[in-house]
């Protein structure tokens, strides 16, 4: 396997007393489809908000490619890094439409003064246009975004993260809210996109974890549990009596 | 107990629910499905009157609720979670919970719901906005459910939540069912959760009903035809 | 919608230039007093400008722009006074028992620093406030009433340093710029043209600046200040930078101000006028700009039409205008065209939850 | 009626610029004169009741006929206690209403506002309250007391009869601290010792530590010279701290019977004040001035030194109109010259070397019912003397001041 | 030795005045997150009924019951200002729950329209009230006299604190204004009626003004603009407390008030007032959200 894109190593996040991420080691390969599952309250969300530089990490490192230490740097740095997170609860631009949140978003110098100065390309319009398409928003692309229902605000978030072209994507619960179709078509995607970036998944959906995760880590009270694949995941005992629950292990049966 | 007459409900001048007729009987569980954006929160909205119809009436327990406030229909027993949890994030979990029972008559919270989600009582004096995504699901299911209302709204009630939990709240509901008289209208999207619980299912596209049947008339293919049409 | 969008500017344009040149023709057919008032007005107006582009757009609400507004006028009259005096100190300095002209005096003999100077202090003052409150996401109502506290600061230290700022009388009793009589007919009716040009050039420069890409992130950072970090943007940057470009606005106002009005003293700069341009933004309707302008203008002519009718009784009305404007015209002035034509429905849908965000 | 005129119509300014520029205001069968005081803001507190004098002056005026055979036409105008806005309204009261003259202001600054306007439109003003000095104007008329008409002879008294340690207490702006820089000089050519200066910002409203440092001092006289509001919270506080006039006087000259009634007389009773008028000065004029005052603004109203300065100014204006025998400021500034009016406090004359009146000097105490009783007085009405040239010990100060 | 202790209670007294005006903003403010600019004007409020009540004791009671016109006077200024309060959310503030900055506009506009209409009752000029006898004079310690006006108000600013919080953090009606404050909508939907809940907290908030006002009326002038002298004091309290910490207040109130009177005490009136301002920039360098934070994890 080759060398890890983001590599955690003894990150412990604490809430005045309580771990949430106790002596976390944790590792993220290059164009993978990494799956994070585990109970709730297992902080597989916070494990989202000190790699992207939302909550800081007590103690521990978080390194870039082997090399960049993030928990020094800001939000807005470890964007331009290449990490690119979508949150648990839809948070897009209200006020905006469709188009203007992605305009906002997509890979561009950030910084005041070439904002300023700030022109439309050929190029970017192209690509606006392709994601649009790609994420099926294009009838609604001039509506307010705050009138979307939730599975479309789902996927304009996504949409908004993979147009900043990040070397890491974060998605947490990507499909929660969303209907069978729109699941797959979320599969489809993450398959797509993880071709030349790593992603790593938060997910409660066993179902969906299976049919498309390469790797999958379950955590477990704030410490990694078990890693390996889907079948060997739902083989463990542990993970099932903490997490999986009867109905998994049935169709792990048959 | 209630009964929605051609209910018509959306966001200023755009129409999202038009022309909706649903009757749920004592102790029923009605599941609404439907694609994303077709309506069924709004729907939810409008019955908990968070929204108010443009056409149409709602009567519940043979009593016209078209334009009462949220919280007197709250005050006659109606409990509602909505999609997105909408805990209070700067009371402790247990408030969040005496909150729950303002809609009740009964002043304390009752044993079994922490037997239902553990975690509210071990979290008891944290945050609620604290809590994780899952635990604050839990925490908004058993807020509704600590006033013992008689007719339950669920918006897509186990979003964000751990397997093995999600299989508990299925059981709690089937429990309430099985104990209580009460009715309930849930929103889901899982058709196998849908079938394990619900009595009748209503399929909703473009604000109208396209599909309805008593569950155990219900044919996946049809299901799925609509929700991928 | 690409081509409604395109109908508005061109209708937008078309009303602009129009009251652009009503303006250039006043001075034909008004009275020297009435049109120095007006002169006074536009001269808020161009500071209502900046403020707008801070509050409506950024959603950075400011309760102490009369701070910028006065450093502006003060810098513009402290040239004056000395031309007043002609070299000889000040009367107040010397009941002060100041022995020569102070250094911070000094660069005021000369008109052109003077004049530079009454953008660029403003500007570095609030580039200082500015960098240390939003660099630690001081903000919302933080940042309002720390705003309020430097007006009070500001104007306790002017009226404290009377040697200084000629105190709570502050300065007036000009004579000459450039050699020109300030007080002349034709002197103000310059000033005034040179105040609509102004005007002119601040509006279609901020105008430009918002309705690019640049506008958008400024309404990204109002609403969601924390989700632009994750985008790579950082905020406090852009806040700073609306904040010291809105101060330079309001000093250059401020000048404008003095040479029409001919006095410039603590109580111009003070609590009260700070929240009432905030109000002139408000009524006008944030977040259009051309709102602010004509907030600030009828805000003002109310203002004296009431007071000149009712002296002793017309803060009644000016208070009720207030409680009217924002029950009925929630989105100011403007909101009133905007109902007429309906394209922008959507945003006012939203707008209410825009501000909510910006104060949650 | 005029005032009625609203403020953004373009016609109605026309018109008014047509008009002939001389005999200002002096148009048909009325003379409008302009009465400019705050009626709101912190300043109303004072204002108000000097404007309501005015407009007595303009009634009682009327009443025998008026001026030149016209009705005066007040035209009022609200300062709202903002400088900027007594220069506006001086100037609508000039250029568009043309008014005769201007009775207005109160504090210092809000002269120095309208000071420019009047000269810029050779228009005349009178200004009824005491004032730091160091001007005089060809357009302004100053029936207050300057300071060689309060405060010097006030710190004479002091050191005579209650001691020689001075504590200097004032608001913190142009009057006070001119005032103040007076006395620091005079104290010293007297010998007298200076102990303690503390300004407080308009309308300070806690005075614990300043009266702590006063207690620290231990000063014999605390001359203050605060305006306005603070006056009530430093009585009211000195007082709770147990400091009472027997301990240390306390003489102010911006505290008359109007104020003494916002600081209640309990508070201060025992306390000093230096004024040119009381409402107890024993004059016929004043018994007649202060019943017909009560007569028009109620039984408790009480009239103080301001009021009475702005009701007399208006006689002085008309008697030199008459003089005159027209409005033209130049020619009633020449007819002003040496006019004489039994006012209340006695008999007033213009000085015409500086526009300024003489007038008597009164030291007074205040008793319980709120009244001032006079207990010191000077023999004859005093010169004003507004740069102070007939004191040596003050030439530095006037000095450096001619402007 | 007596003048460090006299400076610390001076500025303990100092600091008591400026948390018993700010309570009542800590609430609509702090709580309900109304900007409420006529604040200062329900103080004032606060100060006439007292001078009202006094004048009505000054001519038809006996004159040995003339103190208690101040006792009565305190309740009194209670229940009017918080009547005002309630009908100003019933007619006003109800509208704008959604627009708090709107809220900051519409009451400005009330508070003009309150002074005026003080003016016009009152007339122009300031109103004399006269201390009730208990409080004029002062306790003795040693060489140093401690008014009983400031001891009074000193205690009055505790009993009022205590009330409050143990009313919204002890009681049932003060956990329902946290929720619907936090989420309106949804404390609606669980059965709690907002209207009567808000209609209940800005009267409450009020009221408190109205109280701080009759305690003015020992220290200071009372007039029209009486105000607009404090309010802008009273909301720095509440901000460098800490929005929505009652505490907050408490510990912003006293340190704003001792720093204050030192800085006063060794320099003047007006360098005090503006080390206070730099001192209060420095620390919220060091606390952005104020003393009291309070973290949520939630994104905006
Ligand atoms: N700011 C905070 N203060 C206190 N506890 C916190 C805080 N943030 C998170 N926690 C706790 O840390 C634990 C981990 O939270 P986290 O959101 O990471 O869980 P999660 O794995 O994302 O759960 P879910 O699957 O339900 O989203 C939870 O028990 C939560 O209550
Ligand atoms: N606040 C709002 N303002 C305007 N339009 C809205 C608003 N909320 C939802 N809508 C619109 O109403 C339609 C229905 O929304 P709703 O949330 O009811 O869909 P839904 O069926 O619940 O979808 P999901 O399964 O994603 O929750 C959507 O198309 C959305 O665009
Ligand atoms: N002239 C005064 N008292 O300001
Ligand atoms: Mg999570
Ligand atoms: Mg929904």
């Not at chain 3, 953008?119 to 903000?139: D, M, Q």
């Not at chain 4, 002879?153 to 207490?169: I, K, T, Y």
């Not at chain 5, 004007?41 to 004159?63: K, R, S």
């Not at chain 5, 508070?111 to 006269?130: D, H, M």
Request: hydrophobic content about 45%; proline content about 3%; glycine content about 8%.
């Amino acid at each position: 396997m080759s060398q890890a894109v983001l590599k955690l190593k003894k990150v412990i996040v604490d809430f005045s007393g309580f771990k949430a991420i106790n002596q976390l080691d944790f590792a993220v390969q290059p164009t993978s489809v990494h799956f994070v599952i585990g109970p709730n309250g297992a902080g597989k969300t916070t494990l989202l908000d000190v790699v992207c530089g939302k909550t800081k990490a007590t103690t521990g490192e978080i390194k870039l490619q082997e090399r960049k230490e993030l928990s020094k740097l800001t939000e807005d740095q470890i964007v331009h890094q290449g990490i690119s997170r979508k949150f648990q609860a839809p948070s897009i631009f209200q006020n905006l439409t469709v188009i203007d949140n992605l305009e906002i978003s997509m890979k561009q110098k950030k910084n005041l003064f070439s904002m300023i100065k700030a022109k439309w390309t050929n190029e970017q319009k192209k690509k606006i246009n392709e994601m649009l398409e790609l994420v099926g928003l294009k009838k609604v692309q001039h509506q307010q975004a705050g009138s979307l229902a939730h599975g479309q605000k789902q996927w304009l978030e996504i949409a908004m993260v993979l147009m900043q072209e990040p070397d890491i994507v974060l998605l947490d619960e990507p499909i929660a809210g969303m209907s069978k179709k729109e699941r797959n078509k979320t599969g489809e995607l993450i398959t797509k996109i993880a071709k030349d970036r790593a992603v790593l998944i938060v997910e409660h959906d066993m179902d969906f974890v299976k049919e498309y995760a390469d790797i999958v880590s379950v955590m477990h009270e704030g410490q990694l549990l078990f890693e390996g694949s889907m079948e060997e995941v739902q083989k463990d005992p542990t993970v099932r009596e903490v997490y999986l629950g009867r109905k998994v292990e049935e169709n792990v049966v048959n | 107990m209630l009964s929605i007459k051609g209910l018509e409900a959306g966001y200023e001048e755009s129409m999202v629910i038009r022309e909706i007729d649903m009757d749920v009987k004592e102790n029923q569980v009605i599941c609404v499905m439907g694609r994303n954006g077709v309506g069924k929160s709004t729907l939810l909205k409008t019955i908990i009157g968070i929204l108010h119809p443009k056409k149409g009436s709602i009567h519940y327990q043979s009593e016209d609720i078209t334009n009462a406030r949220s919280s007197s229909r709250a005050q006659k027993g109606i409990g509602y979670v909505p999609q997105g949890r909408e805990i209070f994030p700067k009371l402790t979990v247990y408030e969040n919970l005496l909150i729950g029972l303002e809609a009740g008559n009964q002043k304390k919270v009752d044993e079994k719901i922490y037997d239902y989600f553990p975690i509210l009582k071990d979290f008891a004096k944290r945050n609620g906005g604290d809590l994780s995504g899952g635990q604050q699901q839990q925490l908004a299911i058993a807020r509704a459910l600590v006033s013992n209302p008689s007719f339950l709204l669920l918006d897509e009630p186990t979003e964000g939540i751990q397997p093995n939990i999600v299989q508990e709240i299925q059981d709690v509901i089937v429990d309430i069912k099985n104990t209580s008289a009460t009715s309930m209208i849930l929103v889901e999207q899982n058709l196998d959760f849908v079938k394990s619980v619900a009595d009748y299912l209503y399929v909703i596209d473009h604000g109208l009903v396209v599909y309805e049947n008593p569950i155990d008339q219900v044919k996946d293919d049809e299901v799925y035809r609509y929700l991928s049409v | 919608m690409q081509n409604t969008i395109y109908q508005k500017l061109l209708s937008q344009r078309v009303i602009f230039s129009l009251i652009f040149l009503l303006l250039l023709a006043a001075p034909l057919f008004m009275s020297d007093f009435r049109l120095n008032l007006l002169g006074k007005f536009l001269a808020f107006a161009i500071l209502a400008i900046g403020l707008d582009l801070l509050w409506g757009y950024t959603g950075v609400l400011s309760l102490g722009h009369g701070i910028f507004f006065g450093l502006g006028a003060y810098c513009m009259a402290m040239y004056l006074k000395l031309e007043a005096t002609g070299g000889k100190l000040p009367d107040f300095m010397a009941w002060s028992g100041m022995g020569e002209l102070p250094l911070i005096w000094i660069p005021f003999q000369f008109p052109i620093i003077a004049i530079l100077l009454g953008i660029l202090i403003p500007a570095i003052v609030a580039l200082f406030l500015g960098y240390l409150t939003f660099r630690n996401r001081i903000s919302g109502v933080y940042f309002t009433i720390l705003s309020q506290a430097l007006v009070l600061v500001v104007v306790t230290l002017f009226v404290g340093s009377q040697n200084l700022t000629g105190g709570t009388s502050g300065l007036t009793n000009f004579k000459t710029l450039f050699g020109f009589q300030v007080n002349a007919a034709s002197t103000q009716t310059a000033f005034y043209l040179i105040t609509v040009v102004v005007l002119g050039l601040v509006f279609f420069a901020c105008r430009k600046l918002i309705k690019g890409r640049f506008g958008k992130i400024l309404v990204g950072i109002r609403d969601g200040e924390n989700r632009m970090r994750f985008l790579g943007y950082n905020p406090s940057a852009y806040k700073t930078f609306i904040y010291t470009l809105s101060a330079a606005i309001a000093g250059l106002a401020g000048m404008l101000f003095v040479l029409q009005v001919g006095i410039i003293s603590p109580t111009m700069i003070g609590i009260i006028p700070s929240i009432e341009m905030v109000l002139w933004v408000a009524l006008g309707g944030r977040g259009t700009l051309i709102g602010p302008i004509i907030g600030a203008v009828l805000v003002n002519a109310a203002k004296t039409g009431f007071s000149e009718s009712y002296p002793d009784i017309w803060t009644y009305f000016l208070g009720l205008l207030f409680v009217l404007v924002v029950v009925f015209l929630p989105k100011g002035i403007t909101g009133l065209f905007e109902k007429w034509s309906d394209r922008r429905k959507k945003q006012d849908v939203s707008s209410s939850v825009e501000v909510e965000k910006s104060y949650s | 009626a005029d005032n009625a005129a609203s403020a953004t119509d373009p016609e109605e300014g026309t018109e008014t610029t047509e008009e002939s520029e001389s005999n200002e205001g002096n148009d048909g069968d009325t003379i409008k004169v302009g009465i400019l005081h705050s009626l709101s803001g912190t300043m109303a507190i004072s204002e108000t009741s000097v404007q309501q004098a005015e407009l007595l002056a303009i009634e009682e005026i009327n009443e025998n006929g008026g001026v030149l055979g016209k009705q005066l036409e007040p035209v009022i105008e609200d300062g709202a206690s903002d400088w900027p806005t007594f220069a506006e309204k001086a100037n609508k009261l000039l250029q568009q209403d043309e008014v005769a003259t201007i009775f207005g202001g109160w504090t210092s600054a809000s002269r120095k506002a309208m000071l420019p306007v009047v000269e810029e439109h050779n228009g005349l003003l009178f200004y009824p309250v005491q004032y730091e000095g160091m001007e005089d104007s060809p357009n302004i008329f100053y029936t207050g007391a300057a300071p060689n008409q309060q405060i010097v002879p006030a710190v004479d008294w002091l050191l005579e009869n209650r001691g020689d340690s001075f504590f200097l207490l004032g608001s913190d702006y142009v009057f006070p601290r001119t005032a103040n820089a007076a006395i620091r000089a005079q104290l010293e050519n007297e010998g007298a010792e200076l102990v303690g200066e503390e300004y407080t910002p308009l309308g300070h409203t806690d005075y614990n530590t300043v009266i702590a440092k006063i207690r620290n001092e231990n000063p014999d006289v605390i001359f203050n010279t605060l305006n306005g509001d603070s006056n009530v919270a430093f009585f009211k506080q000195l007082k709770d701290a147990g400091i009472t006039s027997d301990d240390i006087t306390v003489l102010s000259v911006s505290v008359a019977e109007e104020e003494i009634k916002g600081i209640g007389a309990d508070v201060i009773e025992g306390h000093l004040t230096s004024w040119n008028y009381y409402q107890t000065t024993d004059t016929p004029e004043n018994e007649e001035f202060v019943a017909s005052y009560q007569a028009e603004y109620g039984e408790d109203a009480v009239t103080a030194d301001p009021i009475e300065a702005g009701y007399f100014g208006v006689y002085l204006w008309a008697k030199a109109v008459e003089e005159a025998g027209t409005t033209d400021v130049d020619e009633v500034r020449e007819a002003a010259k040496g006019i004489t009016f039994d006012a209340p406090n006695g008999t007033v004359t213009i000085d015409g070397d500086n526009q300024h009146v003489y007038k008597t000097v009164r030291i007074g105490e205040v008793q319980s019912d709120g009244m001032i009783s006079e207990l010191w007085q000077t023999e004859e009405p005093v010169k004003p003397d507004p740069y102070l040239d007939e004191y040596d010990w003050a030439s530095d100060l006037s000095e450096s001041l001619a402007e | 030795m007596n003048e460090i202790i006299l400076t610390l209670f001076n500025g303990i007294s100092l600091g008591s005045i400026l948390l018993l005006i700010a309570l009542g903003l800590a609430i609509t403010f702090g709580l309900m997150n109304v900007i409420n600019m006529a604040h200062g004007e329900l103080i004032m409020v606060g100060a006439y009924i007292t001078y009202v009540i006094q004048t009505i004791f000054m001519n038809y009671a006996p004159p040995e019951y003339f103190d208690l016109y101040f006792i009565i006077s305190i309740p009194v200024a209670l229940i009017v200002a918080a009547g005002i309060g309630m009908l100003l959310e019933v007619s006003l503030i109800r509208h704008l729950y959604k627009r708090p900055l709107d809220s900051l506009l519409a009451t400005w506009g009330v508070g003009l329209i309150l002074q005026q209409t003080a003016r016009s009752i009152f007339g122009a000029p300031n109103v004399g009230v006269t201390s009730p006898s208990f409080l004029t004079g002062g306790l003795e310690v040693g060489s140093l006299i401690l008014p009983y006006s400031r001891l009074f108000i000193l205690g009055l600013s505790i009993v009022c604190l205590f009330s409050i919080f143990y009313y919204f953090y002890r009681t049932a009606s003060g956990r329902r204004v946290r929720a619907v404050m936090q989420n309106r909508q949804m404390a609606e939907c669980l059965g709690v009626s907002t209207r009567k809940v808000d209609m209940l907290t800005f009267a409450i908030g009020s009221g408190f003004a109205g109280v701080a006002g009759c305690a003015l009326t020992l220290l200071g002038a009372i007039g029209p603009t009486i105000g607009t002298s404090y309010i802008i004091d009273a909301f720095m309290v509440v901000v460098v407390g800490g929005v929505g910490a009652l505490f907050g207040a408490v510990s912003g109130a006293f340190g704003i008030g001792i720093l204050n009177t030192i800085f006063e005490y060794v320099t003047n009136a007006t360098l005090g007032k503006v080390l206070i301002f730099i001192v209060i920039i420095a620390f919220l360098q060091w606390r952005p959200s104020g003393l009291v934070m309070s973290r949520s994890r939630s994104l905006d």
